[in-house]
């Protein structure tokens, strides 16, 4: 039996949908939430320690971040800090956004990978992948206040079309494709863009090699040669 893999965006979806069902119960009178709105912090935690994980601990800085202010909200919220305890640390935040546009040079040049199936996640960063995969069918892309870029050029799609889900939150992703290929952009764009942005062709065929879905919001998602 094949499994999907947990990619950003199930686990992001996931936190939305049980916070959404926790105000809803709340603003409906089903159940007082108070008690469990108090740990709302322990959620984005979570998402920047996926975010770590998944990037196989090389976007460090940004998740971090995220750990870091998450943390320190959930510490405030259950009353073991003071919020001025909390609010005089915020230098780190500074010295850590520094040290992620140090590492960013140093991590400048793409990453090959050779999996059929790729996920990048930026937080507060950017990152560069290249696949190399001879059987490529999809990635799962998450841009959040970063930047992500995939190339694609060294890649061979066995059974298209491939997908990729690309979701940009104030950040941008970048889809960098063979030039004859064929590529489908079904980006939802709130207050943003998604687009491919390649020219046009002489000779295109009818098969679709690619399909890029997701959502911008006040970000961009665009398909390069």
Known sequence: MEYRRVTSQILVGA????????????????????????????LFVLVGLFAIVASGFRNLVGPLMVVLVAGGWQLVALDYLAAETVFSL??????????????????????????????SVAVFGGRAERSTSKTFHGADLTAAFGGVELDLRDAVVEHPPATINANALFGAVEVVV???????????????GAEDERPRREAEHDEVDLVVTGFALFGGVAVQD
């Open 15 to 42: 936190v939305v949908v049980l916070l959404g069902v926790v105000l809803l119960a709340e603003t409906t009178g089903l159940y007082d939430a108070d008690r469990l709105l108090v740990y709302v912090p322990s």
């Open 90 to 119: 915020w230098p780190v935040l500074i010295v850590l956004f520094g040290l992620s546009l140090i590492l960013g040079q140093y991590r400048a040049r793409a990453v090959a990978r050779e999996s059929d199936f790729l996920t």
């Open 178 to 192: 063979p030039r004859e290929w064929n590529v489908r952009v079904d980006v939802l764009p709130i207050l943003a």
